[in-house]
C-alpha cells in the first residue's frame, strides 16, 4: 500500500511571510495541526501547532487583548517554522512511512514526488485509517489471535476451519515481535459466521494452535487468554 494512495490532498498550505495569526485560523477552519510553507511552490518549511504554541506569548494574562493580537500579528510563519522539514516520497509504503514519522517523533510530514514538489501530507489520522482498512474492523466479525508454529501451512489450518465454518477472511496479520524463537503471532479477522456454532469453532482452532484471545466485535465479546 503506497502512501500516495492514503495521503490528505490537496496540501493546505501558507506562505512564510504570512503572520501566525492567518495559520492560526487556518489550521482551526481545516481541523489540521500542520502546514506544509511554500514559497513560489517551493517547501521551505512546515509549521506545526506545537510551533504555533511554543511562539505565543508565555503570559497571556498579563497582556490586554490588543497587546496580545498586536504581538501575534508581528510573528511571521518563517520565524517559528521548521526550516528543515521531515517529508515522505510519495511511492513509500504505508510501513516506511510510519516508521520514519516514528524516527522522527513527529505526528504528519508533507508528502513530495520526485521533483520535492509537495503532493499531500501523511498525517497520524491517516495511519489509523490505514489500520482500520487494513484490519478489517468494519465488518463488524470476530478476530482470533494466535501464537503459531513458524512453518508452512500453519495458517492454512487455522483458516481452512473458518472457512469449512462458513466465516469470510477479512484480513491476516502477523508479528514475530514478542513472539518464541520459532514461533510467531497471527491475528485473523473473518466474517459472516454463525454465532451459534462459534464456540464449537474456537475448539477446534485450540487445537491446532495457542490461541491468545478472541473479540466479536459485532456482539462486543471477548475472551482473553493471556
Known amino acids: 500500500m503506497l502512501i500516495k494512495e492514503w495521503m490528505s490532498t490537496p496540501a493546505i498550505t501558507i506562505d512564510p511571510d504570512d503572520p501566525m495569526p492567518k495559520a492560526v485560523n487556518l489550521m482551526k477552519e481545516k481541523g489540521i495541526r500542520m502546514l506544509p510553507v511554500l514559497k513560489n511552490g517551493a517547501l521551505v518549511g512546515v509549521l506545526t501547532d506545537t510551533d504555533i504554541k511554543r511562539a505565543s506569548p508565555s503570559d497571556a494574562t498579563l497582556l ?13 510563519v518563517k520565524e517559528i517554522m521548521n526550516k528543515k522539514p521531515v517529508t515522505i516520497p510519495m511511492d513509500f509504503t504505508v510501513e516506511e512511512a510510519a516508521e ?3 524516527e522522527h517523533g513527529i505526528s504528519g510530514a508533507p508528502v513530495v514526488d520526485t521533483s520535492g514538489t509537495v503532493r499531500g501530507v501523511i498525517t497520524r489520522a491517516d495511519m489509523f485509517k490505514v489500520l482500520i482498512s487494513l484490519s478489517g474492523l468494519r465488518h463488524r466479525g470476530v478476530q482470533f489471535a494466535f501464537e503459531i508454529e513458524d512453518r508452512p501451512g500453519s495458517i492454512k489450518e487455522l483458516t481452512d ?28 479477522r473473518a466474517y459472516d459466521l454463525d454465532r451459534s456454532t462459534l464456540g464449537e469453532l ?4 485450540k487445537k491446532k494452535a495457542k490461541m491468545l484471545y478472541l473479540v466479536d466485535h459485532r456482539e462486543n465479546r471477548r475472551e482473553i487468554y493471556i
Open 64 to 76: 490586554e487583548i490588543h497587546e496580545l493580537l498586536y504581538l501575534l500579528s508581528r510573528i511571521k
Open 100 to 102: 520514519r514519522l516514528l
Open 161 to 188: 476451519l473458518i472457512r469449512n465454518a462458513g466465516g469470510r477472511i477479512a484480513s491476516i496479520l502477523g508479528s514475530y515481535d514478542r513472539a518464541p524463537a520459532g514461533y510467531r503471532h497471527v491475528y485473523i
Open 202 to 205: 474456537t475448539e477446534a482452532l
